[in-house]
T-cell receptor
Framework: KAGVTQTPRYLIKTRGQQVTLSCSPI?????VSWYQQTPGQGLQFLFEYFSETQRNKGNFPGRFSGRQFSNSRSEMNVSTLELGDSALYLC??????????????FGAGSRLTVL | AQRVTQPEKLLSVFKGAPVELKCNYSYSGSPELFWYVQYSRQRLQLLLRHISRESIKGFTADLNKGETSFHLKKPFAQEEDSAMYYC????????????FGGGTRVLVKP
């Protein structure tokens, strides 16, 4: 069973640009969550999508947005990039129901560097 | 609001010594607690969850609702236990969103 796949793995952008990150969850998982990981702040929750609907949202500005498609794949977008957006962005999927519903499986992450 | 606190950012122990990672939480209701681990150059992965009441890689964790704690323990640390450990909480009151603590880096010295 393929794991959670995130693309791209690494990217470099400049301030003011925008970026789109993609996440393919484990087959059968309907929930996709996004986290920002930095050395100073640890793991910060961005948002969660379940069956194409945003189910939870963290405390990030509106520049951070996401969506989920009918095949459960998800994308997150960051507009007007700032230096402080440099981080590892982690995607995680879970079934969202039944036994083990809240167990997250993480992808390898997309490392974003903003110059 | 739910919150998870890991008071130690770094724990350094010698091989064979006991190790205990502290985790305290704030939540109104019955939470589901987890420990996740991230080894060097590997993905963040589930170590154990309180519902399972298992011992994984020699680690155990007991949920203490009175003290709102979920400390992770291992009686004899091994060098391969060196990693970043995150305590996490999920609860229905917050739509089952998983909230993570700040993490504790464990360094096991030979």
């Amino acid at each position: 069973k393929a794991g959670v796949t995130q693309t791209p793995r690494y990217l470099i952008k400049t301030r003011g640009q925008q970026v789109t990150l993609s996440c393919s969850p484990i087959s059968g998982h309907r929930s996709v969550s996004w986290y920002q990981q930095t050395p100073g702040q640890g793991l910060q929750f961005l948002f969660e999508y379940f069956s194409e609907t945003q189910r939870n949202k963290g405390n990030f500005p509106g520049r951070f947005s996401g969506r989920q498609f009918s095949n459960s794949r998800s994308e997150m977008n960051v507009s007007t990039l700032e230096l402080g957006d440099s981080a590892l962005y982690l995607c995680a999927s879970r079934t969202g129901g039944g036994s083990g519903a809240n167990v997250l499986t993480f992808g390898a992450g997309s490392r974003l560097t903003v110059l | 609001a739910q919150r998870v606190t890991q008071p130690e950012k770094l724990l350094s122990v010698f091989k064979g010594a006991p190790v205990e990672l502290k985790c305290n939480y704030s939540y109104s209701g019955s939470p589901e607690l987890f420990w996740y681990v991230q080894y060097s150059r590997q993905r963040l992965q589930l170590l154990l969850r309180h519902i399972s009441r298992e011992s994984i890689k020699g680690f155990t964790a007991d949920l203490n609702k009175g003290e709102t704690s979920f400390h992770l323990k291992k009686p004899f640390a091994q060098e391969e236990d060196s990693a970043m450990y995150y305590c996490a909480l999920s609860g229905k009151a917050a739509g089952n969103k998983l909230t993570f603590g700040g993490g504790t880096r464990v360094l096991v010295k030979p």
